[in-house]
């Protein structure tokens, strides 16, 4: 359908009247249209592979929040003024007038009660199908809440607007507008959905979470959410046989239990195993999928799932339903396990740990992990980080905010707690070997069904968790990281540098949680 469109959002913000808008294409014209206008070629099974360009990754030294009265948690988020993003935006309105853009009509939140339509605006047709297969569909026709503009072609001058490169992310939360410009990486437009959401909806007391989560088929009250950064199995752990995936990213957690925001998968593909990852393997052949970035076959299109020429942040976009066994409704009860999963490059962290509530919170305001190549610009090889609630990126409030929310969902719902090290073990990055993702599944499985309970638990003296004593199929040594690791000596140096860099990074909450610091003894 092709149309001037121009109709406001709440926060006043109109698209040119002269923009040619295309407006709700299905899957198969925007497939069509990205074809055509050669964004991409067309892959084995029908997906559609593409390029980002110089991008492969979000920006987040690029990434802005407007001016404004409202709490803002600056330490994460860059300042823009009012004055540059309104030459931003009229720069943006002057380049597209006249030219074609994608329009969808979407919603973020899979809950009724905490759904909030975003009108996505895009200048690419592949950008356009990549938000419809990530955000939900819109049951009734109203004004939306947020406006984003997307224009890849579109290169911004750091002087006149704001901005530190020749790319900008801008939310504006008091026009309820993002502009994303300069940068072809399809995330971004997903990301600022995330960061609207994580303002809004702990003003509706509900706990926004970078997580993907599941349930017990047949059983929707016997929910797990994964925390975790980019890399770190979010996706991966989340979608197995046997389990209803609710999402592999971004959720909600209100009263009553926990919903999707998204309706889609962005899955990295880089090494995928067909047999370790059946389900996301097999979304990558169908039609429709976005496959950014990945090498293939110049004449018979089928993809090199070992090609990291461009980048290792190799990925592929798709509806939900694209994976066996998701939930149609992206709702489900409260979370009865509760999994922070990190990517450990020092090897001194466990495969698996029971947490208390304290340690549960402590983990979650710290964000231990480390980015994984590709992941970010610049990042090329692991790098340990603390990322705030797993998402710090993506925070608009202080942590403060969700750390007590996350404490109020678990303490109400008696939620078991779990630390998940899916890096490294019997040594550091470059001496020990990445934990084999079927010992993860395992532990994980045997945490769900109870099994770890009953086989006890020991605690370990450097960071005071509780680790099983065993668990079947995994070899005992590597429960106790210890064990692993040839060089006792290296471990006790490593394990104390990590349990020092843990103790530092806290002292930024320790005036908010005082009782979790006493607590942790870390």
């Known amino acids: 359908m092709s149309d001037n469109f121009s109709r406001p959002v709440s926060g006043g913000i109109e698209l040119p009247a002269s923009t040619i808008c295309h407006i709700g294409a299905n899957i198969p014209n925007l497939m069509e249209w990205a074809l055509k206008r050669g964004e991409g070629r067309l892959g084995s099974g029908g997906a559609l592979l593409v390029k980002t360009g110089k991008f492969t990754g979000r920006s987040p ?31 943006i309105s002057a380049y597209l007038a006249g030219r074609e853009i994608f329009v969808q009509d979407l919603v973020a939140g899979a809950d009724p009660n905490c759904q909030v339509h975003i009108r996505v605006a895009t200048e690419f047709a592949w950008h356009s199908l990549f938000i419809r297969h990530l955000l939900r569909d819109i049951k009734c026709d109203r004004r939306a809440d947020y406006l984003i503009i997307d224009c890849p072609n579109f290169i911004p001058e750091p002087k006149r607007h704001g901005c530190n490169s020749e790319s900008v992310v801008a939310i504006n939360f008091e026009k309820r507008a993002v502009i994303i410009a300069g940068t072809g990486y399809a995330g971004e437009i997903k990301k600022s959905v995330f960061t609207i959401m994580n303002r809004i909806l ?28 980019s890399g770190t199995g979010k996706t991966t752990l989340s979608s197995v046989s046997g389990r209803v995936l609710i999402g592999d990213d971004e959720h909600g957690w209100s009263s009553q239990g926990v919903f999707n925001i998204e309706g889609g998968c962005y899955a990295k593909t880089f090494n995928l195993d067909p047999e370790a990852e059946p389900e996301i393997y097999g979304a990558t052949s169908k039609f429709g999928t976005i496959i950014e970035n990945m090498g293939f076959d110049s004449e018979t299109c089928e993809l090199d799932f070992s090609d990291s020429s461009i980048t290792e942040n190799t990925r592929c976009a798709y509806p939900i339903d694209s994976i066996p066994h998701s939930s149609a409704s992206g709702m489900a009860g409260p979370a009865k396990h509760v999994f922070m999963l990190t ?56 942590p403060k905010i969700y750390g007590d929310l996350l404490r109020k969902r678990i303490e109400k719902n008696q939620s078991q707690c779990w630390l998940v090290n899916t890096g490294w073990s019997g040594g550091g990055y470059g001496v020990g070997q990445r934990m084999p993702i079927g010992f993860t599944r395992a532990l994980l499985a045997a945490a769900l069904n109870g099994r770890l309970d009953q086989a006890g638990f020991t605690r370990e003296d450097v960071f005071g968790l509780q680790i099983p004593i065993a668990a079947t199929g995994v070899p005992h040594h590597l429960l106790l990281p210890k064990r ?39």
């Open 61 to 91: 030294k690029n990434k802005y929040i407007v001016e404004t009265d409202e709490p803002i948690w600056r330490d994460a988020n860059q300042s823009m003024s009012h004055e540059s993003f309104e030459t931003l935006w009229q720069d």
């Open 202 to 229: 702990p003003e509706q007391g509900v706990m926004s979470m970078h997580c993907s989560a599941n349930h017990t088929q047949g059983d929707p009250d016997d929910t797990a959410i994964f925390f975790g950064l």
């Open 343 to 398: 990517c450990d490059a020092f090897g001194v962290l466990p495969p698996i740990a029971r947490l208390t509530a304290d340690q549960a919170i402590y983990h979650f305001l710290s964000g231990f992990t480390a980015k994984v190549a590709g992941t970010e610009q610049g990042i090329s090889d692991p790098t340990p980080v603390f990322s705030a609630c797993f998402g710090h990126p993506f925070l608009p409030l202080h």
């Open 484 to 522: 692993s690791w040839q060089d006792q000596l290296a471990y006790d140096h490593s394990a104390g540098r990590v349990k020092s860099l843990f103790a530092e990074n806290f002292r930024q909450f320790t005036p908010f949680f005082e009782d979790i610091h006493r607590s942790t003894k870390l």
